[in-house]
C-alpha cells in the first residue's frame, strides 16, 4: 500500500519533471526557429492549419456567446430600467473573459486534439525517430513552429470571437429586444476601456502556448497502438482545459494588481 | 577459442570497428533487455544481428545511434565516446548514419522527393536545386525507383516504402546504415530485392551496415558476420558457416525454425479444439 502510493508519487513527480523539461526546451527551440528565416516555411504551413481553418469556429463560438448573454442579462436589466446598459455587460464579459476562454477552449478541442493525434502518430510509427536518426532536433522542427503558430495566431482568434461575439450581442439587443441602438453603443463605449479589450488578447498568447505545448507533449509521450493516441488526445483536452482556466484566473489577478497600481482612484470609483 | 571470442565480441577488431559497444546494459523499469552487451561493428562489413522476438534486437540497433541511451556501459563511434553526448553534439554524429526503419518511417505529409531531401534540408544550405534533383533521381535510382518522385506514402507497397526510406537513409552517404527489420511484412521476393539492395549498398558505397533481422535466408545472403541474441546477451558470434554449425542447442533451434520442448510442452497443456473449444463457426447461426 505503502509501496504503492510511493511509487504513484515518484511517477508523478518523474512526469512533472520531463513535462517542465519539454516546456523549456520548446520555448528554446521557439526561440531559434523565429530567428531563423529557413525555417519560416514550416510556421506558415502550421499556422494555415492552426489559424485559418480555426477562423469559422471561433467566430459561431464568439457570435453565440454575444447573442445568449443578451438573452440572459435583458430581463434582470429591463427589471431594473437600465436595459440600455445591456451593451457594457455584453462586450465587458465578451473581451474580457467569455471571449478569450471559450475561443481557447474551441481552439483546444479542435487544434490540441489534432496536433495530438498527429505527433502521437508520428510517434508510433517511429517518424519522431526517423527525425533524430537524421541528425535533426524533433522539438525544434515538430514542436517549435506549432507552439510558434498557436502563441501568434490565438490571440487574433480571439480578436474574431471579440469581433462576433459584439455583433451577435447587439443583433438580439437591439434588433430582437428593442433596445436603442445609440444608447447601447454609447454606454458600451463608456464602460468598455482598451485595457479591457488588451487582457483579452494578451490571455491569447498565454492560452495559445499553453495549448500547443501541452498537445505536443502529449503527442510526444503518447503511449504505443490506436488506444495510446486516444488516450493521448483525450488527456491532451483534458490538460489544455485546465490549463486555460487555471492561466485565466491566474491572469485576472495579476492583471486587476497591475490596473490597481496605476489606476487606483478610478478602480474605486 | 570460439566461446572465448563469443564472450567479448570487440575482441581483436577494436582497431577496424567503426561503432564499439562496451558493457552495454539497458533496464525498462525493472526489466533487463541488454545484459552486459559488447560488440565492435567493423568497417565495411556487414553485421547481422538475429533472435527470437522480443530479445533486443532493435534496442541493440538503437543503442549503435544512440535513439536509445544505455542504462550502464558505453557507446563509442569512432573511438569517441558517444552515450553521453548532448542531443546537439548527437545531432552532428547522427549524420554519419543512415538508419531504415522496420515499417519505413516516411513522412506520410511528404512526397518521395521532400523525404529524400529533408535529410540535406536539414544539415545542407541548398543553392542549387537542379542538383538537388538530379541527387533524388540518383538516390532514387539506386532503389530501382526512379520516377516515383511525386508520389505520397500512402500509395506506395510496403516495399516500395522500404526502398524510398532506404533512399532517405543514403542521402547524406551515411558511413554506417543500420536496418531494423528489413524484410519484415515483405513476401519472399520483396525481401530478395531488400536483400540484394543491402549488397549493392556495400559494393558500390563501401558502408558499414547492420542489420537486425529473424529472416535466416537473408541473413546468410547479406551477413559477413552474424551475432545472436538470446535474453539480452550474446550466444554466437561468427560468420555464416559459425552459427550454421552452432552447438548451442537455442542457436539451432532458430536457425532452423523449429519450435521447442518448453514450447511444445505449454501448446499441449493449453488443450485442443477436439477438448471442446470453440470455434468462430460455433456462433454463425
Known sequence: MIGAVGARTIGGVN???????????????????????????????????????????????????????????????????????????????????????????MLAGRIGGALTAELGTMNVTEQIDAVRS????????????????????????????????IIGGYFVSVVTLGINSRAYWSFSASGVELWDVSIGVVKGFFFGVALAVISCYKGFTCKEGARGVGQACTEAFVSSFFSILALDF????????????????KSLV | MKQDHEKDSTQGSRNDSVIVLKGVTKKFG?????????????????????????????????????????????V????????????????????????????????????????????????????????VEDLVKSKLAMVGLDGFQNYFSASLSGGQRKRVALARA??????????????????????????????????????TSVVVTHDMTMAYKVANRIIMLHNGKIIADGDADHIRNHPHPTVQQFVNGQVSQDDLAVLRMSGTVAQGQFLPRDFEQ
Open chain 2, 170 to 207: 543514403i542521402a547524406l552517404n551515411p558511413e554506417v546504415i543500420l536496418y531494423d527489420e528489413p524484410t519484415t511484412g515483405l513476401d519472399p521476393i520483396h525481401s530478395d530485392v531488400i536483400s540484394e539492395l543491402i549488397l549493392k549498398l556495400q559494393r558500390e558505397l563501401g558502408v
Open chain 2, 30 to 74: 525493472s526489466k533487463i533487455v541488454l545484459d552486459n552487451v559488447s560488440l565492435g561493428i567493423q568497417k565495411g562489413q556487414t553485421t547481422v544481428v538475429i533472435g527470437p522476438s522480443g530479445c533486443g534486437k532493435t534496442v541493440l540497433i538503437k543503442h549503435l545511434i544512440v535513439l536509445l541511451r544505455p542504462s550502464s556501459g558505453e
Open chain 1, 15 to 105: 512526469d512533472i519533471g520531463r513535462f517542465a523539461r519539454f516546456v523549456w526546451q520548446s520555448m528554446i527551440a521557439s526561440f531559434r526557429t523565429s530567428l531563423s528565416p529557413c525555417t519560416y516555411p514550416l510556421i506558415w504551413t502550421q499556422m494555415y492549419i492552426i489559424g485559418v481553418r480555426s477562423v469559422p469556429v471561433v467566430m459561431i463560438t464568439g457570435a453565440f456567446v454575444g447573442m445568449t448573454l443578451a438573452v440572459q442579462a435583458y430581463d434582470q436589466l429591463a427589471g431594473m430600467g437600465l436595459e440600455e446598459h445591456l451593451g457594457v455587460l455584453i462586450n465587458i464579459s465578451v473581451v474580457k473573459e467569455l471571449g478569450p476562454v471559450l475561443a481557447a477552449v
Open chain 2, 76 to 131: 563509442y563511434y569512432r573511438d569517441r565516446r558517444i552515450d553521453n553526448l548532448d542531443e546537439n553534439e548527437l545531432n552532428k554524429v547522427r549524420t554519419h548514419y543512415g538508419f531504415l526503419f522496420q515499417g519505413g518511417a516516411l513522412f506520410d505529409s511528404l512526397s518521395v522527393t521532400e523525404n529524400i531531401i529533408f535529410p540535406i534540408r536539414q544539415h545542407c544550405e541548398i543553392k542549387d536545386w537542379a542538383q
Open chain 1, 250 to 265: 491566474a491572469l485576472a489577478v495579476i492583471f486587476k494588481s497591475i490596473y490597481n497600481t496605476f489606476w487606483p482612484l
Open chain 1, 134 to 165: 537524421m541528425g535533426t532536433d524533433p522539438i525544434r522542427y515538430l514542436a517549435a513552429p506549432r507552439v510558434l503558430a498557436c502563441l501568434l495566431l490565438t490571440p487574433f482568434l480571439i480578436i474574431f470571437a471579440d469581433l462576433m461575439g
